[in-house]
Nanobody
Framework: QVQLVESGGGLVQAGDSLRVSCAAS????????MAWFRQAPGKEREFVAS????????YYVDSMKGRFTISRDNAKSTVSLQMNSLKPEDTAVYYC????????????????????WGQGTQVTVSS
C-alpha cells in the first residue's frame, strides 16, 4: 500500500510556471506507475499525464503536451508535474495517483485504473 501527499499548488498568473509534487510512502515506489489528474469545479476528474515505474516512458493528454512535464525520483519516492505557460483553464485541484504494476507497465488514463490517491492540491491561474 502507498500513501500520497501532494504539495506545491498555489495562485499564479496566466503565463507563469508552477511545479506540484507528490511524496509517496513505502519502499517499493518503483513498482507503481504514477499519474496526475485534475478536477475543475463542476467537471469530471481528467487525466493529465502518467509515467512508468522506471521513469523511462511518459504520456500526456494532447492539450498539455509541450507545457507540462511529469517526472519522478524513485530514490526519493516523489513524482512531480512541472507546468509552464499556465492558462486560466488549468485552474483545478491536481491529484497524484498510483497504480501497482503487476504484469505490464502501460499507460492508463482512466481514474478507475488507479488504486491510490492523494488529497489534491489547488492550482489557481488568474487572467
Amino acid at each position: 500500500q502507498v500513501q500520497l501527499v501532494e504539495s506545491g499548488g498555489g495562485l499564479v498568473q496566466a503565463g507563469d510556471s508552477l511545479r506540484v509534487s507528490c511524496a509517496a510512502s513505502g519502499r517499493t515506489f518503483s513498482r507503481y506507475a504514477m499519474a496526475w489528474f485534475r478536477q475543475a469545479p463542476g467537471k469530471e476528474r481528467e487525466f493529465v499525464a502518467s509515467i512508468t515505474g522506471d521513469g523511462i516512458s511518459v504520456y500526456y493528454v494532447d492539450s498539455m503536451k509541450g507545457r507540462f512535464t511529469i517526472s519522478r525520483d524513485n530514490a526519493k519516492s516523489t513524482v512531480s508535474l512541472q507546468m509552464n505557460s499556465l492558462k486560466p483553464e488549468d485552474t483545478a485541484v491536481y491529484y497524484c495517483a498510483a497504480r501497482r504494476i503487476y504484469f505490464s507497465d502501460t499507460h492508463r488514463v482512466l481514474a478507475s485504473d488507479y488504486n491510490y490517491w492523494g488529497q489534491g492540491t489547488q492550482v489557481t491561474v488568474s487572467s
